[in-house]
Each structure stands twice: as structure tokens, then as C-alpha cells.
């Protein structure tokens, strides 16, 4: 079955950096636009990042520009979030999403004030 695997998430304090993993699992990944997506608890999924074939084209929500940067290596199969200047509003789970693939089981990150 096609679906995605995140990894990457953990702890980190107000102003640090992780960098999140979205690795496709029996597909290849470079045929689709791929987009981040977190989910703050008792809300839905919300868009905050996404990078077309190639990495031609990348979008990000207001709430990250500037600080979120996505990036794909092909290669590998995967895409990356580097997140820098995480602050708490950040804490939640984060979940990566191709048109053809399933939901993850997506990845928690939690950032300490």
C-alpha cells in the first residue's frame, strides 16, 4: 500500500530547529506535489507547506513563511520540513500528504517556552 511515513518530530525549546521526514513507502514520491500538514489537537488538518515535482514550485502558509522551509531529494524519496525558530504555537502533530498515498501515522513535535 502506498502511504507516507513521517519522522523528525521531538522536543525542542522556543527559538530551536528540528527538521521533520516524509518518506514514501511503495511509491516514488517525485511524481507528486507534496504538502505538510498539522493538526492541532480537537482541529482539523491545516496546509502549512507544500513543493511541487522537482521542486519547482514551493507555497507556505503565513503562519510559517519565513521560518518553515520545504525541500525534496528525490533520490531518497523524501521530502523534508526544516522548522526554525519554533515557537510553542508550534506544538502539535504534523502529517505529510501526496494525492496518491495514504495518511501517515504522522510525527509530534513539542516545543518547550
Known amino acids: 500500500q502506498a502511504r507516507t511515513v513521517e519522522s523528525g518530530g521531538g522536543l525542542a525549546q522556543s527559538g530551536g530547529s528540528l527538521t521533520l521526514s516524509c518518506a514514501a513507502s511503495?511509491?516514488?514520491?517525485?511524481?507528486?506535489?507534496v504538502t505538510w500538514y498539522k493538526e492541532p489537537l480537537g482541529r482539523g488538518r491545516a496546509p502549512l507547506a507544500s513543493?511541487?515535482?522537482?521542486?519547482?514550485?514551493?507555497d507556505y502558509a503565513d503562519s510559517v513563511k519565513g521560518r518553515f522551509k520545504i525541500t525534496r531529494d528525490d533520490t531518497k524519496n523524501t521530502v523534508y520540513l526544516q522548522m526554525n525558530n519554533l515557537q510553542p504555537a508550534d506544538t502539535t502533530d504534523y502529517y505529510c500528504?501526496?494525492?496518491?498515498?495514504?495518511w501517515g501515522q504522522g510525527t509530534h513535535v513539542t516545543v518547550s517556552s
Open positions: 500528504y501526496t494525492p496518491f498515498s495514504s
Open positions: 511503495g511509491f516514488s514520491l517525485k511524481e507528486y506535489t
Open positions: 513543493i511541487t515535482q522537482m521542486g519547482a514550485s514551493t
